[in-house]
């Protein structure tokens, strides 16, 4: 975790200098600093903003996982207020008193890890952790937390809050899951029975198209009265678990590359989310198709050589012409099924399109 500590006065530079101190014994990378009027940087190992604390905040919004202030929290809040974006992306912030008795969780208590960062400043400095999020102060189980531990994606932050508000309200929530994950806090979650509001681990889009999924997976549920149905709603959680394997002809257009992995998935009724890297032979390293894919899904791109290739075990879709122009006879799903790596399964064989092949391997995810 990168961290950064400031202390803005004499007493807040002791504890900003104990608090990097410990932090970095531990493993982290924290880095200490003073207001412009305190002084004692050098004895303390810190650093003094030089320029305005403003433009110090923003610059650790920035780069950092973490803020701790040591000092008032009206300080803080003033200091981080204009750059505020999304729970999901914003650092933990953390607010010490100058005294060192309290260990306040600001911002970000849950996806952020304020929480947990506010335990630990506690442990440190001897002080006492102050958590503020429902779940916490109630003992329950915090699905975003939950989802961010696991590496998966909300794909649906309105229902997520939903689900959480009916679990801390004594509602039972469906859990259904394609991969061995097991909730931390089995509290409120009923296992493969489809409640009003259900959570799914899942690399699909659509229930109903999951053969795995209960007979009784799309019942009406009731709400208040026998009379008002509604249809179950599902949280998707979605893992990194899916490698595109393409194959295509030279200076084929990204646009169509694009194309053939969308119908692919949506024809297996397969996320795009889930999809954690793309895969080709080395010819294909520097093809600006799917070097446009890879950085528009924001996943990397790996290649293989024809010996790697041909090495993989399976039976696969052989054709002449490619065995011809690369020296093995498959590449989509030759090089989904080796980036895929150890006890992967092939989720969808050769789709062709014009000018391009795709095939989709699903890795043995655990999370």
Request: net charge negative; proline share 4%; charged share 25%.
């Amino acid at each position: 975790m990168k961290l950064a500590v400031i202390g803005f006065t004499g007493r807040g530079a002791e504890l900003a200098s104990k608090l990097v101190e410990a932090f970095c014994v531990a493993g982290d990378s924290c880095t200490g600093y003073t207001g412009k009027r305190v002084g004692m940087e050098e004895q303390k190992g810190l650093c003094m903003v030089t320029g305005s604390l403003s433009d110090w905040t923003r610059q650790q919004f920035e780069e950092m996982d973490g803020l701790i202030f040591v000092g008032a929290a009206g300080i803080a809040v003033r200091l981080i207020a204009p750059y505020l974006k999304d729970k999901l992306t914003d650092p933990a912030v953390v607010v010490v008193d100058e005294a060192g008795r309290f260990a306040i969780s600001l911002l970000s208590g849950h996806v952020g890890g304020a929480n947990h960062l506010a335990e630990w400043t506690a442990g440190i400095l001897g002080a006492v952790p102050v958590v503020t999020t429902a779940s916490d102060v109630r003992g329950r189980h915090a699905i975003d937390v939950w989802a961010k531990e696991h590496h998966l994606t909300i794909t649906d932050r309105k229902l997520a809050k939903e689900v959480a508000a009916a679990l801390l309200d004594g509602e039972t929530v469906g859990y259904f899951s394609e991969y061995p994950l097991e909730l931390p806090d089995a509290t409120g979650y009923q296992e493969n029975k489809v409640n009003r509001r259900n959570v799914w681990v899942t690399c699909h889009v659509k229930p109903d198209f999951w053969t795995g999924f209960p007979q009784e997976r799309m019942p009406a549920v009731s709400k208040v009265t026998d009379d008002d149905q509604c249809e179950p709603q599902f949280l998707r959680l979605v893992p990194k678990s899916l490698i595109l394997g393409i194959g295509c002809r030279k200076q084929t257009p990204g646009e169509a590359i694009e194309f053939a992995v969308q119908e692919a998935l949506r024809q297996a009724n397969l996320d795009v989310q889930a999809v954690a890297a793309i895969a080709s032979i080395d010819l294909k390293k520097e093809e600006t198709g799917l070097l446009q894919l890879s950085e528009k899904l924001a996943v990397p791109f790996m290649t293989y050589t024809s010996s790697e290739l041909e090495a993989v075990q399976g039976e696969f879709s052989e054709s002449g012409f490619v065995r011809q122009v690369t020296e093995v006879g498959n590449v989509c799903e030759r090089s989904a099924l080796l980036c895929a790596g150890k006890d992967a399964r092939l989720l969808v064989k050769k789709q062709v399109y014009p000018g391009v092949t795709v095939a989709v391997a699903e890795t043995a995810f655990y999370g």
